[in-house]
């Protein structure tokens, strides 16, 4: 089966790369008005998405807005919202956590030409050693196929594709804000107008909501319990608390922010992980009970 995977990151799709243009743009000019009018044009799909408030959107995409030309800086705003999860921790955990600092880690593993690429391509080179091989092709990929007896093909993964996308100059993958620009101009012959011409709408599962409706299945209430929380011991019982009923509050109407959607999942998926993996691991260490069995009936005498 021919996939996708790898055409955003080498043709530069994803919002993120428009979000990164935007605001180095507006960086250049930090007191400028109109620049940060542009952070309009992002996330359309996303109901609670700061730039449909100007004010919220100068406060969230203008933060550390001095530092454009930094490493990083087009994910500051992914590794910020990913990041706040920490502030449900329990204290050990939390303070396991403040010992170390992933986001100076990795920054102090980049090539040592980082800083000479352009701002697109260190962009594209973080989402490509962060999420998508660390993540897209394993749990959406490789993962995902292989579980079902698929077996994927990667077309924009190619060697020869990966290398031609590198040499192509900025304008033909983002040209002002319009994503994977050569892509659509070469398969402007093959396909429909509002196809080529549509916005990018990237698939979202379904929100933390989902969890608590009427129909939510058993197990979320069993996994985000006092009893289940404290057994696993990752997580401040107090702090999942009110982020569960928060979330309750929501069910009859309206939505939820996009950090609190992401904390929620990721209090619950690790929360089942542990009942999978590690609440059924044996206490003590098991002795294996072996015994060796040789079939002696059709072994054949070799002659000398």
């Known amino acids: 089966v021919l996939t996708g995977e790898g055409a955003d990151e080498m043709f530069a799709g994803y919002d993120l790369f428009r979000e990164g ?11 400028s008005t109109r620049r940060a009018l542009l952070l309009q044009r992002l996330y359309p799909y ?10 919220l959107a100068r406060q969230f ?12 800086f087009a994910h500051d705003t992914r590794w910020r919202t990913t990041s706040a999860i920490k502030r449900l921790f329990c204290p050990d955990i939390s303070a396991a956590v403040e010992r170390s600092d992933a986001v100076t880690e990795l920054l102090s593993m980049l090539p ?16 490509i050693q962060t999420l998508m091989s660390s993540y897209l092709l ?4 490789d993962r995902m196929l292989m579980a079902h007896s ?35 101009r070469m398969a402007a012959p093959l396909l429909p107008l509002e196809v080529v011409a549509r916005k990018k ?59 609190d959607n992401m904390a929620l999942v990721g209090v619950l998926s690790t929360q089942l992980l542990h009942q999978q993996f590690v609440a059924v691991r044996p206490g003590s260490a098991v002795v294996p009970d072996l015994s060796v069995d040789v079939d002696y009936e059709n072994r054949q005498r070799v002659p000398a």
């Not at 243009?21 to 007191?31: A, H, L, N, Y």
């Not at 996303?46 to 004010?55: D, G, M, N, T, W």
């Not at 040592?112 to 989402?127: G, I, S, T």
């Open 21 to 31: 243009k935007i605001r180095r743009f507006w960086g250049r000019q930090p007191t």
């Open 46 to 55: 996303l109901s609670r998405s700061p730039v449909h408030e100007q004010a």
């Open 61 to 72: 995409f203008g933060r550390n807005i001095a530092a454009h030309q930094a490493p990083g």
């Open 112 to 127: 040592a030409e980082f800083r000479r690429w352009n701002p697109l391509a260190q962009d594209q080179h973080l989402e």
């Open 138 to 141: 394993s749990a959406q990929g």
């Open 150 to 184: 698929v077996e994927g093909r990667f077309p924009f993964l190619d060697d020869n594709v990966a290398a031609l996308a590198n040499k192509l100059p900025d304008a033909y993958k983002l040209h002002g804000l319009d994503e994977k620009h050569v892509l659509k």
């Open 201 to 259: 709408q990237p698939y979202r599962a379904p929100n933390a909501l989902s969890f608590f409706a009427s129909d939510a299945p058993a197990y979320v209430g069993d996994a985000l319990s006092e009893t289940a929380l404290r057994a696993a011991g990752v997580f401040d019982v107090k702090s999942v608390t009110s982020l569960v009923r928060k979330c309750q509050a929501k069910t009859g109407g309206g939505d939820m922010s996009n950090t």
